[in-house]
């Protein structure tokens, strides 16, 4: 499980301002013990809810290693 300082981060995370996590942690406390390298589909995907939890928008770059959530801006 991630930490309860993401959830209070994401929470109060102002519209177009982003939480990066690196692969190896969002593996250790998404979906622990389904390996790495690269980040599990479980991994992934359990980010991706969680980040819903908090009107995140949550998306993985591979190329840079990490995960980014983000408050989407809605449509003016």
């Given amino acids: 499980m991630p ?3 993401l959830d209070s981060t994401l929470t109060a995370l102002p519209l177009r301002v982003g939480t990066y996590v690196p692969d190896d942690l969002l593996e250790d406390w998404f ?3 389904t390996g790495m390298n690269p980040v ?3 991994a ?3 980010a991706e809810a969680y980040g819903r939890r908090f009107e995140c928008e949550f998306k993985y770059y591979p190329e840079r290693q990490e ?3 983000w408050k989407w801006v809605p449509a003016i």
């Fill in 3 to 5: 930490p309860e300082e």
């Fill in 67 to 69: 995960g980014v959530f």
């Fill in 40 to 42: 599990s589909a479980e």
């Fill in 31 to 33: 979906a622990p013990g």
């Fill in 44 to 46: 992934l995907k359990a």
